[in-house]
Structure formats: structure tokens, C-alpha cells
């Protein structure tokens, strides 16, 4: 679907040395899988995203959308219908005083006869649930509302791909969760792939794959499991773990033996459970 | 303290004026506003007196609302009215004093000009009664597309004037935020004098325009992120069509303006 290959990336200034964002990254995204794209503030991955669309083109190896180079220019229409992209901010990203119209940009854009934009228009509100406020005014919107409308409007224009930068770091939880569950819906059943990029741990526990990015380069590769277990990696890069892998992990310090790989609360809860059974016994 | 401005002049309806066309409510206002100027007599004028009601009464909008409208225009109404009624002198004269006369032509002409703003006003602001603002706009953009011809960028200015109408009401939010904060740290807003109240808000106005520039960046990200690329090649999802209610308006329009017309040789003018 998407193919990073040694990518690098820095922004260049006459007069000063460079500034190096992306260093020789290497990443293939799989298509219909969730992929979260973890990272402290400045480690590149809003860069990286923006690679994704061509929006930025590497100053350093290639991007690879369905075997489409990024750097070519003519393509660029191509591979932003292909891969849509979500921006942080929801109130930056909405054009128009209405909220059907607002869906229907991207699909205008690209020349869709207008029956077929009306369809696309209503199915994509409805796959974000906000079908019946789509004759509202997006200010009247809460947050995760107006989120909602800008992942309709991207999805309005039909992409394989949806690349989500941050997209619940301005919303409060009510919204964030909002947002998650319709992201998780489209990747389990509309099969769409999703590249999330997020601070959150606890949204990227919920994805097939974690990738870490720590200034400029990929730090950790693999599945929730696998990079949650490296508490200390992740540490040392000033990231944090969900709280029941943390809870663990220090239960394990303290010497208790619990498995390692735990995510979730309920999992926790077992392995607390099935721990305190075995020393009754 | 903000929150109370509407936007535009838009008076939510259903009615028959409200579904119309906006192409046709734009072009007939703009005939309108002409056709106002074609009467030269009483009768004339009642024409149009006559249709102006008609029109209000195919609006819905009630008539306290209109009568509202009338309060920004009596100031120009008081003073045209009354150079016309010193200006003019001819009938008999009422009353004299040093170089001001009244004479009956005097106010017979500034009744007929003020009924005659009136009607202007009136009619006119019909048309942001019952129209809105993303409607007026996208009715701009089809009405002036031929003069793309002329390299006019009619698309872009609509598109320009969309994104005017959608931030006004979140960069209004940003200031009213950006005020709590500053008031929040002593700044003081509602005392003194003119000169030191506009200094008060500089500090408002510079974070307010730093963002706004943050947020133009943005926004153009994220349109590009949608494939815009301007006017060339765009589909509209709603296509405006001309129905029975803009065909019996435009129908409506020309009886009027030809009625107008033929006044003019039937009844003698006043003036």
C-alpha cells in the first residue's frame, strides 16, 4: 500500500546548516491494516505523514503509493485520492458553512458527476454517524463532531488508505473516543487501512501495529504486545506506557511474576486473578 | 457580549420567495433596483409600492422585521428629504424665511424621493432576508461565470467569500477566548477614552492575527489534502434548477418593469 524506502527529510536554509527531520526511514504499510505511528513531540511522525500524500516529497530516497512515486508531480492528484490525510485540528480543516457541502469539497474537487457525490456525500456521514446534522453549521459542532465531518469529508472522496495525524490531540475524551470508534469501525469493517499517529498510548494499544519514532528514526516495530513489553525502551525516548502494562511492569520489579505483554485492564485483572490462585493454592 | 451578531440579515423561512433560485433572486433584485428609478409620477411609484407589498407577502417575513430594516436609513431618508424640499421651488410657496423656502412642489418631490428610498431598501433587502449567505454566494458565483471570459476569477472569489463566511464565527470565538485571557491577566477594556480603549485591544488584535495566518496555512494544507486545485474542472453537488416559482417570478418581474414603462406614457409626470 505504502512504501517508505530510506526516506530522509530535512529543511534547508541558505545560511544555516540543515535541519534534519527524517533519517533513512524504511517502512512498508500493509494494506487493510491499523497501524499506529507512535512518538514524542518533534520525532517527525506529522513529517512522515506527510509523506504519505505527497503533501512534502523526501529531500531522500522514495515513497511508494500503490507503485506510484510521490515525486512525480502529475501523480499527485492520484495519490492524495488514495491516501486521505486528517490534520490535527478540526476547526482548520473545514471549508464550508455547512456540513454536506463540506463532505462534498473532496469529491467535488475531483470532478465526481453530482448524483454520485450526493451518494457519496450521505454514505460517508453516515459511516461517521453525523448523517443528521449534515444541514448543520460546523461551529455549532462540538470537537469531535467537527473531527468526525473532516474524516467524512476525506472518506467522501473514496481513498484505500486514511492517514490521521493526531486527530484526538485537541479533543476532550468524549470526543476522542468518538473519533477512535470510528476509526476502529472503518478499519475492522469497511477494511480500511489506517496509518494513526498519536500520543495517546492507550489509542495505539488498539491498533495491529505499533511503530515508535524517536528524532527522525524508526525506534521500535511490532505489534502492541511486542512494544509495550520494552517499558524501558520506551522510557528512555520519554514515552509512557498504557497504565495497567506500567502497574505490571513495576509489580514485576517489585519481584511478582506476571506475563509480560499486557495492554488492557481486563487483561490485567486476569493476570492479577490467576496469579492470586496460584498462591492460595 | 459577541455572540449576539447574526450573520448576514437571514430570516429562517419556508417560503416561496426563500426556495427561489438564488441566480433569479439576484438578477430580479438587480432589475429591481433599477426599475425603482423608471416611475415618474404618484401612479408609477404606487406600482411599486404595490409590488414591494406583493413581494413581502410572498417572503413571509413579518412586518415588524421590515419595518426594523427602516431604522439604519432614516437619517439619509431626513436628509434627502430635505434638500429636496428646500432645492425645489415651484407651486405655491408655504413659507419663507431668509433663503429657505417651502413650496408645495418642494415636498410633493421629497415625499416622492423618500417614498422611492423606501421602496429600494425594502425590496432589496428581501433578498438577504430570505436568501442565505452560502446561497447568495454560490448564486454569485453561477450568475457572474460568463465573465470568466474576461479573466475574472469568479470561482475563486466565491470560494474566498465561502471561507470568509465560515471562520467569521470561530475567529469571533478566538477573540472573545484571547479577551477572557488578557482581561484574566488585568488588562482593563471598558474604561477611558476612545484613544486608550483602541489601545486596549492591540493586544487582543495580534495574537488574533498571528492565529488567523496559522490557521489559513492549515486550512490551505488541508484543501490541498482534498485535491483542491481551483475552479477548473469542479462538479457542484447541488445543482441549482429553475423551477415553476423562478419562471413565474422572472414572468412577474416583466410585467412589472413593462407596466413601469407604459406608466410613463399614460400618466403625465409630477416633477
Redesign the interface.
Known sequence: MIEAQHVSFEYRNPEEPPIVVLKDINLTIERGSFVALLGHNGCGKSTLAKHF?A?LLPTGGTVLVESMDTKEEEKA?DI??TV??V?Q?P????????V??DV???????????QE??QR?DDALKVVGMYEYKNS???KLSGGQKQRV?IA??LA?QPDCLVLDEPTAMLDPQGRKEVLDTIQDLNKNQGMTVVLITHYMEEAAKADRVVVMNDGEIWLDGTPKEVFSKVKELRSVELDVPQPTELCDRLRDAGISLPEGILTTEECIEALASRMEVRAE | MINGIALGQYFPGQSVMHKMDPRIKLINTFIFIIAVFIPQSWAGLLMVILFVLFSINCSKIPGKTILKSFKPIIPIILITSLINVFYTQSGTILWKWWIFTISTGGLNKAGFMAVRILCLIVGSSLMTYTTT??ALTDGMERVFSPLKVFHVHVHELAMMM??A??FI??LI?ETDKIMSAQKARGADMESGGLSQRIKAFIPVLIPLFVSSFR?AY??A?????????GGE???????LKMQGRDYSAIAVMTVFVGLLIASLFVVPPVL
Open positions: 500524500n503533501m492528484f492524495r485520492k486521505g490525510l490534520l485540528n476547526d482548520n480543516q473545514l471549508v464550508s458553512t455547512i454536506e457541502e462534498a469539497f473532496g469529491p467535488e474537487n475531483l470532478g465526481v458527476p453530482p457525490i450526493r456525500v453549521a460546523p461551529h473532516a469529508g476525506i472522496m | 449567505p452560502t465561502t471561507i463566511l465560515r464565527p470561530t470565538e490557521r492549515e486550512l494544507t488541508a484543501m490541498e489534502c482534498r485535491c483542491y486545485h474542472g469542479r462538479t457542484r453537488m447541488k445543482q
